[in-house]
């Protein structure tokens, strides 16, 4: 059974960092490309950054650029996502999803939400003054 679960969310002031876990069992994720997504309350869900399997393409959504970093550990099986000097309006739902085709599809300057197949429960973080 396939189970993406992230961690690392919670509450954190403007400026201050956090950093995200998707751990993944039942798959390898040096298979896959990994991305991952947010959704704020009221709005639809949008990527923020993706990585290829071979971990040398990266994507980032213009809003996070300079200040998000995705990576992986193949060897625990887990992706991250560091965020720093976060942002009131980086509060959302955090979600990590696997792609099996391992490449970042991007298109519109958007991830491809629909080639990913297998996505985790999400985690909270929220930014507040």
């Known amino acids: 059974q396939v189970q993406l679960v992230e961690s690392g969310g919670g509450l954190v002031q403007p400026g201050g960092s956090l950093r995200l876990s998707c751990a993944a069992s039942?798959?390898?994720?040096?298979?896959?490309?990994i991305g991952w997504f947010r959704q704020a309350p009221g709005k639809e869900r949008e990527g923020v950054s993706c990585?290829?399997?071979?971990?040398?393409?990266?994507y980032y959504a213009d809003d996070v650029k300079g200040r998000f970093t995705i990576s992986r550990d193949n060897y625990w099986n887990t992706a991250y996502l560091q965020m720093n000097g976060l942002k009131p309006e980086d509060t959302a739902v955090y979600y990590c999803a696997a792609d099996w085709s391992g490449t970042c599809s991007i298109v519109a300057g958007n991830p491809q939400q629909e080639k990913y197949s297998h996505w985790g429960q999400g985690t909270h973080v929220t930014v507040f003054s």
């Open positions: 990585l290829n399997k071979e971990g040398d393409f990266a």
């Open positions: 039942g798959l390898g994720i040096d298979a896959y490309a």
